[in-house]
């Protein structure tokens, strides 16, 4: 059932009811709930877009989408369907807990879920899809956005960025759309011209740069900044290629060009690497989402080693995990940047949580304009600011367009 039919048909007599029940008692009254399904398919094209759906007894279901990941689309279908059948979906912080292990669980089959959960991997992002549509389900059953299920917002729209290949397609794009900020990247395109002036032609990360590549990589972002000024904000996309020498040389020369962020000079699996980059450099330092959990952020705040955080919610560990790493970082006065390559869907669920925490700086919508992406769910358009507005509709605030979703599934995968 997509969104127009059911707001249209059997959701009006459902809310009507709900409210009906909540007025009589004085109170809201949450509806009895009880999982019958929980399904996640694989899509051709684009990043292979996954998104989970859970189904009811009662006929409600809710949508969550998880990303950068092999196989968690398996643990979904074979474990958690087993795990969550009778559960019910309105009790999300009971269903987290047990995730975790909290208690003895059925999850059709070995091993214990204490042994298979870790800080990251196909396991924590098949835990954030289905959080993500557990908590798109109990805005539909109680006819409120996600945000006002966390809090309730402090803003009513947000501001994004998204990615520019070139100066001239940044130029349009700021032009067009009123962008108040871009990401550029020198992989975001053929980069193999820089990446082969290397002392091992063709190897990408770990990189120790040579003078000609640590000039490549300055002139680029240098070019940007010519083209756009400083009214428009830039970051600086190094993905991890770089060795901590590497990155620190990067992030020392591009200094004089400002950039809003220098994003993953090295790996997040050091911390100390990180903080020495940050403590001998002047550019403000961002990572993220390849760090997992408030446990795996906890040692870069407690370090000050990261400058801004760009947790993805899509596989950090859902919604609600991301604002409790948003809180835990406003502890320690660092902003939060959430990463984000899903599609609109998604991203929408991302905005909810930048909607309700205090240290927002900005989101971003990597596929924007890109086709593989937006054809799968309804539109989700920024304003004339170049903002994206937090819905305001039940749940998430955004559905599937069925159509294209069953004309790129995976053939093994049975259909939403």
Known sequence: MDRRSFVGGGAAAF??????????????????LRIREVRAIRLR???????????????????GEFVDTMGAEYIINNNFNVMLKGRD???????????????????????????????????????????????????????LPIHQLLGG?????????????????????????????????????NDDWSINKGFEKGKRFGLHLTNNQVDDTVNFFAGFRKELGLDTELGLELHAHYDLEGGLKICQQVEQYRPLFVEEPTTSDNVESMLRI????????????????????????EKQALSIIQPDFTKAGGLME????????????????????????????????????????????????????????????????????????????????????????EPEFKML
């Open 89 to 143: 979906p309105l009790e999300i912080q009971s269903i987290l807990a047990d995730f975790n292990g909290y208690r003895r669980i059925n999850l059709g089959g070995p091993p214990s879920v204490v042994f298979i959960k870790g800080n990251g991997g196909p396991y924590l992002t098949a835990v954030s899809g289905v959080e993500m549509a557990l908590w798109d389900l109990a805005g539909k059953a109680l006819g």
């Open 15 to 32: 809310y009507a009811a709900l409210l009906g029940n909540a007025k009589a008692a004085g109170t809201s009254r949450a509806p009895r």
């Open 45 to 63: 094209g684009g990043f292979n877009p996954r998104f989970v759906r859970i189904y009811t007894e009662e006929g409600l279901t809710g949508t």
């Open 322 to 409: 991301g604002l409790k790493i948003a809180a835990m970082a406003e502890t320690y006065n660092v902003a939060v940047a959430p990463h984000g390559v899903c599609t609109p869907l998604g991203t929408a669920g991302i905005n909810h949580v930048c909607a309700v925490m205090p240290n927002f700086l900005i989101q971003e919508f990597t596929h924007y304009e890109n086709k593989q992406f937006t054809e799968l769910c309804e539109p989700v358009k920024l304003d004339a600011d170049g903002c994206l507005a937090v819905s305001n509709a039940p749940g998430i605030g955004v559905e599937l367009n069925e159509a294209a979703v069953k004309e790129r599934l």
């Open 278 to 301: 940050r403590n001998n450099s002047r550019v403000p330092i961002a990572a993220g989402e390849n760090i997992y959990t408030r446990a795996g952020f906890r040692p870069f705040l």
């Open 153 to 189: 917002k402090i803003r009513d729209r947000v501001p994004v960025y998204l990615h520019a290949a070139n100066p001239k397609e940044g130029r349009d794009l700021v032009n067009r759309l009123k962008l108040r900020a871009l990401k550029v990247g020198l992989d975001y395109s």
